[in-house]
């Protein structure tokens, strides 16, 4: 129904920032919720940030609140992550997420329809 590919990892110094990306390809990019998990080796799946389908609402868990922000751009079906002042907690396997028509911002990943394969991000001290 939707493909997603991250793109935009790397390896970055503590302060630093980087900017992840979602393409999406397949059915219309505008209907879906969008979302931002992060995996670290041996430690759950956990929310990052959400962005609604219909615009305007967004949602960040608290440790990054003020650092990063989430938007989308319907007209070239992405949606990006901006992170900055990155910290070394912040290393971890990044996955965009897609909620079909999501009547309410998720923090919860299995309520999630669509994911990508991840992208790495490594924060050095």
């Known amino acids: 129904q939707v493909q997603l590919v991250e793109s935009g990892g790397g390896l970055v110094q503590t302060g630093g920032s980087l900017r992840l990306s979602c393409a999406a390809s397949?059915?219309?990019?505008?209907?879906?919720?969008m979302g931002w998990f992060r995996q670290a080796p041996g430690k759950e799946r956990e929310f990052v940030a959400t962005?609604?389908?219909?615009?305007?609402?967004?949602y960040y868990t608290d440790s990054v609140k003020g650092r990063f922000t989430i938007s989308r751009d319907n007209a070239q079906n992405t949606v990006n992550l901006q992170m900055n002042s990155l910290k070394p907690e912040d290393t971890a396997i990044y996955y965009c997420?897609?909620?079909?028509?999501?009547?309410?911002?998720?923090?919860?990943?299995?309520?999630?329809?669509?994911w990508g394969r991840g992208t790495p991000v490594t924060v050095s001290s």
């Open positions: 397949g059915r219309t990019f505008s209907n879906y919720a």
């Open positions: 962005i609604s389908w219909i615009g305007g609402s967004t």
């Open positions: 997420a897609a909620r079909y028509r999501g009547p309410y911002p998720s923090l919860r990943a299995p309520d999630y329809d669509h």
